[in-house]
């Protein structure tokens, strides 16, 4: 029978901050659970530095040299161009893609294909609003399609964005690195770098203006990253969880990818820049800290476990 397929994307999920791939605080205990069950590639890449081009390329199989180039903000994709979800459409599956992030959805035109396409959420709505427990309302969005529409084999495409700069992290990951005194401060200083527009990247002259150390600002930062990382672990563990007590795990192929490594927001906070390289962010950036993300295959009983290939490979 063909087997279901989960295709889960860390939107902004960087693999250099991923316990699986070595990283020394513990953010994702359920890939590195899922690294004993199947393929772990040590050097895969994105295709850009940022969602939207990024999920066009690997939706389309297409370099954006082929799909064209960002226009007044949007790029769709050319009629000729073939999406992951109308290919598996065509192969009989019931297809829905969950997105919180519009750069993987409408502003591409990756709606193509889509039996049910969600992308802004009663209780979650695209913005700065609530993209830190993304992953919570993307995976309801699953089951309530599924109780609908049970018995076709089904093909869904997550792309959540816990990672994506809403800090701090939901209870209990918010303080699992940071402490509430360390987050209230950090808060406080982003703040008063807003009011300087573009001011959180580490050569601003804000942080002169302000008095904010650079450094203590970043390692907050980051802090507060690898909560956000862990509590997206943790939901992932929920939903395969609920596909095991569906009956559904032993017949899905889930595929872990990422769209690029640190998100536009993060690269704001300056962890993938430095003083002497302020390209915008929109800007090709093709360095591992930028363009590293994580690609994991796991297929119970179809692939075997513990594997790990340091090939290079793109998304």
């Known amino acids: 029978p063909l087997p279901n397929v989960v295709f889960y994307v860390f939107d902004g999920g960087a693999a250099d901050y991923m316990s699986v791939y070595g990283y020394n605080r513990r953010t994702t205990p359920i890939l590195e659970r ?43 994709i050319p009629a000729e161009a073939v999406t992951m979800a109308e290919h598996m459409h065509r192969a009989s599956y019931q297809t829905a893609v969950f997105t919180g992030n519009p750069n993987a959805g409408t502003l591409s035109g990756l709606q193509r294909g889509a039996d ?12 700065r609003n609530n993209h830190k427990e993304s992953s919570k309302y993307l995976h309801k969005g699953l089951w309530g399609w599924r109780e609908d529409y049970p018995r076709q084999p089904f093909w869904a495409h997550f792309q959540t964005t816990d990672t994506h700069g809403d800090f701090p992290a939901p209870p ?17 200083s982003r703040e008063r770098l807003n009011e300087f527009g573009d001011a959180r990247r580490p050569h601003s002259p804000a942080f002169d203006s302000t008095g904010i150390n650079r450094t203590e600002f970043y390692s907050v930062a980051k802090g507060l990253y690898d909560e956000a990382m862990a509590h997206n672990d943790y939901r992932l ?26 998100d536009a927001a ?46 290079p490979v793109s998304m």
């Open 116 to 127: 049910l396409f969600r992308e802004d959420w009663e209780d979650f709505s695209y913005g």
């Open 172 to 188: 209990p990951f918010g303080g699992l690195f940071v402490t509430a005194d360390e987050s209230e401060s950090w808060l406080e």
């Open 266 to 311: 993060f690269v704001d906070m300056g962890l993938a820049l430095n003083d002497s390289l302020p390209p915008r962010w929109s800007q090709p950036m093709l360095r591992p800290t930028i363009t590293r993300v994580p690609l994991m295959f796991v297929w119970p009983g179809h692939i075997e476990g513990e594997q790990r290939f340091d090939q």
């Open 237 to 262: 563990g929920q939903l395969i969880d609920r596909l095991k007590a569906e009956g559904e795990w032993e017949n899905t192929l889930l595929i872990i990818g990422g769209d690029h490594s640190i």
């Open 34 to 76: 899922l690294a004993q069950e199947g393929v772990v590639f040590e050097r895969a890449y994105s295709n850009s530095s940022w969602t939207l081009p990024s999920t066009v390329s690997f939706m389309t199989s297409l370099q954006t040299s082929v799909t064209g180039a960002l226009t007044n903000r949007v790029n769709p």
